[in-house]
């Protein structure tokens, strides 16, 4: 095969016009493209199991397992690998939620690496000079919208307490594999078949021919530059990172760039602090969920839609029928409802209200088995001066699950949030765009929303590791998925095709996916159950068919061993021994 070397430039974006980025943004994508189902059967093992979105990030995972590595040290590697194969979607320049279940005692707990607003930061600043805010698409290029990343000073928190090999040799698949190449696949030739005016960005051109059009699948793609920052931050740590040269060239890329320059600087770096703490956790039916508190809404949402549908007999229900549609889709709509104006990264948001089992069941009580809601709206906990926010969360990142054989796991979901984050390379990789998943105004009619930008101040997001655990707490379930606001339910498709319905982490991951946002249910494209578009819309519903692209990975443990499962619309591996 042939070899390209990557040519880096830190002006990735600088040649090319306002006007320009913005058609290409508008234009890239909702999520990953669509490449193609892959017949998927549930993968079996008996020590331990990962599954990831990439087979090299899957073995990498594997070989540190193997080596007597832990589920941290194992979550590291395969990230590593991701930023190399997948770096569309996250990295070291981004950010990311790690749950962590500890068998032996029983515990969890997470560690919080969510992007921050930088200390200069302010809620006005993506408002235009008559005080409108601009359009997504105008400020998600460029270092306006780059947030401190936390991916590093998270994953090397979680090693300092659970890891087991050491730091450096965490990093050396992902060297290995950005020196020597690795293939170009299908997944990424679609995207970029999808989005051909990356070619126009010097640091991408190692993507596309001189024509413009995207390298053959098969193609070798090097990244010498990342191999060069891995190298570093294995041997050195993370600090080069956060306070030496690469702490400098992400600075002077955000502040420096022709098109949208921001607001980070030297001292959000070396100030960052990640949190740790215990998961957000409720019941649904004889079970325990347990996902990611604060800044993330996935998980009270996750436990307010189940919560919602613990009032429903669901096992009575057929799979991806029209029953089931519409009253996942009606549960859905309520929770999102009080997600959309109460959740973010502020003090006081009314949680305990929200997961309240006589609440859940009065919201319950506002769903129709024969036709949708005309109005939904949200739960009245408070008087508050807080309203929904205009946040256009997007639909990338990715996700990792992983079971040792001790019975240890790890649910970690990371992201640079939009198709190449801020579409700014730094030494190798790229740099997010997490701004943006602020709300773009600060207020509406004198009344603050929630979810405004606001200086060290974490965006609200979507990204939902969980567990799930039986009766004695034993976990029984690992899982989580990339998606944006999808996220969520994709998520909770996965449990209830699990719990409700029998069907083994596999069968549940690719059941058909059907979501609903803006008040309408996305039925995905070439499934089964695009046929029941008619009977939804004479319910009320707003029906549209699109391509939905989720990511789900996941993991069961039982008595029978570990079952994996990987999802098909991403080319997913889940392997183990």
């Known amino acids: 095969m042939k070899k390209i070397i990557i040519i880096f430039a830190l002006g990735l974006v600088l040649s090319a016009c306002q ?57 590291i590697a395969a990230q590593m690998v991701l930023n190399v194969v997948e770096p569309q979607s996250s990295g070291i320049g981004g950010g990311l939620f790690l749950l962590y279940y500890d068998a032996k005692n ?58 087991k090999l050491p730091w450096k040799n965490l990093f050396a698949p992902a060297i290995k594999i950005a020196r020597e190449g690795f293939i170009l696949d299908k997944k990424i030739h679609v995207i970029l078949e999808q989005t051909p ?28 530059k990342l191999a060069q920052t891995f190298e570093i931050i294995a041997g050195k740590g993370i600090k080069p990172f956060y306070e030496g040269k690469i702490a400098n060239d992400i600075v002077q890329a955000v502040q420096n760039s022709k098109i949208n320059p921001g607001y980070l600087a030297l001292e959000d770096l070396k100030n960052y602090r990640i949190k740790q703490g215990n998961l957000l956790c409720g019941s649904y039916r004889i079970y325990k969920i347990c996902s990611m508190p604060l800044p993330s809404s996935g998980g009270v949402t996750i436990l307010e839609i189940l919560g919602i549908l613990e009032n429903f007999d669901l096992a009575k229900l057929q799979p991806s029928s029209r029953e089931a549609i519409h009253l996942i889709s009606e549960a859905t709509r309520l929770a999102y409802a009080d997600r ?29 088995m024969n036709k949708a809601m005309t109005e939904v709206k949200a739960g009245d906990f408070t008087k508050t001066d807080i309203l929904l926010n205009s946040t256009m969360e997007k639909p990338s990142t990715t996700h990792v699950s992983i079971i040792d054989k001790s019975g240890n796991a790890v649910s970690m979901t990371s992201s640079i949030e939009y198709l190449f984050g801020s579409v700014l390379m730094v030494d190798g990789f790229m740099l997010n765009n997490q701004l943006t998943d602020f709300s773009l105004i600060p207020e509406i009619d004198g009344k603050k929303i929630a979810n405004r930008v606001e200086p060290e101040k974490q965006p609200r997001s979507s990204m939902s590791p969980t567990f799930v655990f039986d009766q004695k707490n034993n976990l029984i379930m690992t899982i989580g998925s990339p998606g944006g606001p999808r996220i969520i339910q994709y998520v909770v498709k996965t449990i209830i095709g699990n719990l409700d319905w029998n069907l083994d982490i596999q069968q549940a991951i690719s059941l058909p996916n059907h979501v609903v946002l803006n008040d309408k249910i996305e039925l995905e494209n070439r499934t089964k159950i695009t046929k029941l578009k008619s009977n939804l819309e004479k319910m009320g519903h707003k029906v549209a068919i699109t391509d939905i692209t989720s990511g789900l990975h996941g993991i069961t443990i039982s008595n029978d061993g570990l079952k994996g499962g990987a999802d098909p619309r991403r080319h997913g591996v889940a392997t183990g021994k």
């Open 340 to 368: 959309n104006k109460y959740v973010a990264d502020v003090p006081n948001v009314p949680i305990a209200q929200m997961l309240d089992k006589k609440y859940l069941k009065s919201r319950a009580a506002l769903i129709d």
């Open 106 to 163: 029983k515990k969890s707990v997470y560690f919080n690496g969510r992007e921050k607003a930088p200390k200069k930061a302010f809620s006005e600043m993506f408002l235009d000079q008559n005080g409108v805010a601009r359009d997504f698409y105008d400020v998600v290029g460029g270092g306006l919208s780059v947030g401190t990343p936390g991916a590093l000073k998270a994953l090397k928190a979680a090693h300092e307490k659970y890891g």
């Open 19 to 75: 006007n320009s980025l913005k058609e290409f943004l508008e234009n890239a994508w909702r999520g990953e493209k669509f490449s193609g189902f892959d017949d998927y059967k549930v993968v079996s093992a008996k020590n331990y199991m990962i599954s990831t979105s990439e087979k090299l990030a899957s073995e990498a995972g594997v070989e540190i397992l193997a080596k007597g590595g832990s589920v941290v040290d194992a979550a």
């Open 197 to 224: 005016y990356l070619s126009r960005f010097d640091s991408m051109k190692i993507y596309f021919d001189a024509n413009g059009k995207p390298r053959k699948i098969g193609t070798k793609i090097q990244n010498l």
